[in-house]
């Protein structure tokens, strides 16, 4: 199965400031389409996650355009601008090119 | 808008059986494969299930693989899990979530809480 990891496990952040998560698979994404099927998923405290961005860099619909996503092969990134307090939870990455589908294992983003 | 709303959710006994269902309301629900991602407590998420739009395709994590069955009714607009020789590891909220055309899943209900023990 492919592997998915996140770094970092926590991240304080500063209103306003930005912020990075990194994201790696075990295998490429690459389909044999062509498309690179890398998403990423928020889910604020007790809530269901939310899909921010699917295909390494579309943006959902309603997504603030402080949210984007990049990368390729088997290194991507989410990068949060000017964060705002309603950006508070956890981050998770994940992989769409095969079964069994895999997650990476959740950023927390707070608030310092 | 997109609905999900799952049920079925409990205590059950290691070893016991649940079945969870689904109802899917605000778009072609016969259209779409439709998954099954739990959650344990104060962990991450974990892909447990699909089932393709005409039922055609199931898949199955290892984890669950002989022990829970997913299923659905297009007519009903509804999706269920039965789960069977549950084992204390079981326990998570478990969120139906609709697959979207891009590889990805999009639509996530509120989640139903199943609790071995």
């Known amino acids: 199965e492919v592997v998915m990891s996140q770094s970092p496990l926590s991240l304080p952040v500063t209103l306003g400031q930005s912020a990075s998560i990194s994201c790696r698979s075990s295998?490429?994404?690459?389909?044999?389409?062509?498309?690179?099927?890398l998403s990423w998923f928020q889910q604020r405290p007790g809530q269901s996650p939310r899909r921010l961005i699917y295909?390494?860099?579309k943006r959902d619909s309603g997504v603030p355009d402080r949210f984007s996503g990049s990368g390729s092969g088997t290194d991507f990134t989410l990068k949060i601008s000017r964060v705002e307090a309603e950006d508070v939870g956890v981050y998770y990455c994940?992989?769409?090119?095969?079964?069994?589908?895999?997650f990476g294992g959740g950023t927390k983003v707070e608030i310092k | 808008e997109v609905q999900l709303v799952e049920s079925g959710g409990g205590l059950v006994k290691p070893g016991g059986s649940l079945r969870l269902s689904c109802a899917a309301s605000?778009?072609?629900?016969?259209?779409?494969?439709m998954n099954w991602v739990r959650q344990a407590p104060g962990k991450g998420l974990e892909w447990v299930s699909c089932?393709?739009?005409?039922?055609?395709?199931?898949y199955y994590a290892d984890s669950v693989k002989g022990r829970f069955t997913v299923s659905r009714d297009n007519a009903k607009n509804s999706l269920y899990l039965q789960m069977n020789s549950l084992r204390v590891e079981d326990t998570a909220v478990y969120y139906c979530?609709?697959?979207?055309?891009?590889?990805?899943?999009?639509?996530w209900g509120q989640g139903t809480l199943v609790a071995v023990s």
């Open positions: 979530v609709r697959e979207s055309s891009s590889s990805s899943v999009d639509y």
């Open positions: 605000g778009f072609s629900f016969s259209s779409f494969s």
């Open positions: 089932i393709s739009s005409e039922s055609r395709y199931k």
């Open positions: 295998q490429s994404l690459v389909f044999s389409d062509g498309n690179t099927y």
């Open positions: 295909k390494v860099s």
């Open positions: 994940m992989q769409g090119i095969e079964w069994p589908l895999t």
